[in-house]
């Protein structure tokens, strides 16, 4: 009898301790990631009848331009065939349901530290979008790049997969900042500067240079915000404006339409908060 | 001498001068013509900013502001482009040498803000909020993309 007893409630146990990671991602909290993690950026045309999440958006960096491709659930064109496992492993691993690499221009080295509960929201956010059925475009790859095998190497030497994990002795708020900026809003990506192999300069977080694009991106450490009030900055990241007037070249406009004015007051004060605790690094 | 041959040789000299003068200004130095281009950006900044911040609920709608800001704005959105010469391609400034190597594309982009701000000047004068609003930003990703192309950090 006692043994009885004890094993319905280790079931109970059990089935409580499994239950949330079994439960299906929360598609509303998903939109808010997916705003976080600025993914409609790259997945969506440039102009204005564009399908949102369609694909079609083109990035020219030096080893080719790259196009985002269709995330929408349609079942040939977008991602509606696969499984929520296939995408967490696209995100956190850079592979794709046949186990072949993704391109960096794909920024799971950032993407790979968003956590399993948010990857689920946003995987059941994803099945919610209308489909579309936009082909992808194939990308526009230089002669040597285009061998996807050569991206084992790359990510070798430039990829550590794996969940964020906050840092001891950090604030709540920094560490939150921290998860925003490094994993899903990924700024690193432009604003961390590249080696001659695309891979980033560990050194240099968020030290601003030149862009993927080839264009000048702004030093994100203290050193580049010092003339900068954390209002001047919230204003900014919400606005597009900088207290002058001025407006920031379009990939930044863009970012902010789409993500940081979409944060919530606690999430940007986060995002300010962790920059501002950055190491400050040159120019 | 006829009165007509007279009148036709006055205004062919008055307006060979007038002509001149442009010359003459449009031979400023580079420096200069740097100084007032960014007088210029400065000045957009200072109309566009409140119409920006109106149209991103950030500051109260005002109509007659942005009305005047609009007008402002289309004025100076034609003043910039000039101050641009080849000469000025050595002086200090954030303007990428992109400016003179792609004239063209330049130029389209210098195009596409006199277009936008022509637009919010006009469609300010009409009582519609959300279509104000719209165009505000409509011109700001004109302003961005040149930015983008054009302006380092």
């Known amino acids: 009898m006692r043994t009885a007893i004890e094993a319905v409630v280790l079931a ?208 994100l450490t203290p050193t580049g915000l010092k003339k900068w009030g954390d209002k001047d900055l919230q204003d900014f990241l919400t606005t597009g404006l900088t207290p002058d007037g001025d407006v920031p070249a379009e990939a930044m406009g863009e970012v902010i339409r789409n993500t940081t004015s979409q944060l919530t007051p606690r999430d940007l004060a986060a995002l300010i908060a962790y920059l501002r605790s950055l190491p400050p690094l040159p120019d | 001498m006829n009165k007509k041959l007279i009148s036709a040789f006055v205004a062919l000299s008055v307006g060979g001068a007038a002509g001149s003068a442009l010359e003459a200004l449009a031979q400023a130095k580079p420096d200069v013509l740097v100084k007032q281009r960014q007088a210029v950006m400065t000045l957009q900044g200072k109309y566009y900013g409140p119409m920006a911040a109106m149209a991103a609920g950030k500051a109260p709608y005002n109509a007659a502001a942005v009305q005047r800001n609009a007008g402002f704005l289309d004025n100076l959105s034609r003043m910039a482009w000039d101050g641009f010469d080849p000469s000025t391609k050595g002086e200090k400034s954030r303007a990428l040498s992109a400016i003179f190597e792609n004239k063209a594309k330049f130029d389209d982009a210098a195009g596409r803000l006199e277009n936008e701000t022509s637009r919010l000047a006009a469609v300010s004068m009409k009582g519609d909020e959300a279509a104000v609003k719209a165009q505000i930003q409509a011109v700001g990703k004109t302003c961005g993309a040149c930015h983008q192309d054009f302006r380092s950090k």
Request: proline share 7%; aromatic share 14%; net charge positive.
């Open chain 1, 12 to 219: 109970l146990l059990l089935s409580a301790a499994s239950a949330p990671a079994l439960a299906q991602g929360d598609a509303k909290r998903g939109e808010y990631l997916a705003k976080a993690g600025g993914c409609l950026g790259c997945h969506t045309e440039d102009k204005k009848e564009a399908v949102a999440y369609a694909g079609g958006r083109a990035l020219k960096t030096p080893f080719g331009t790259f196009y985002g491709p269709n995330i929408t659930p349609h079942s040939q064109a977008g991602i509606g065939r696969w499984t929520e496992a296939e995408f967490m492993r696209a995100m956190r691993h850079g592979r794709r349901p046949d186990g072949a690499n993704y391109f960096p221009a794909f920024p799971y080295p950032s993407f790979t530290g968003i956590t399993d509960g948010d990857l689920r929201d946003l995987w059941a956010y994803l099945r919610t979008l209308p489909q579309s059925s936009q082909v992808s475009r194939e990308h526009d790859l230089g002669f040597f790049y285009r061998w996807r095998f050569l991206v084992t190497i790359w990510k070798w030497f430039f990829f550590t997969p794996g969940p964020f994990v906050n840092a001891p002795g950090v604030s709540e708020a920094i560490n939150r900042g921290a998860y925003l900026v490094q994993a899903l809003g990924h700024c690193g990506e432009c604003h961390t500067p590249r080696n001659f192999l695309g891979g980033p300069k560990k050194g240099r977080f968020l030290a601003g240079g030149k862009g993927p694009e080839g264009t000048d991106v702004s030093n």
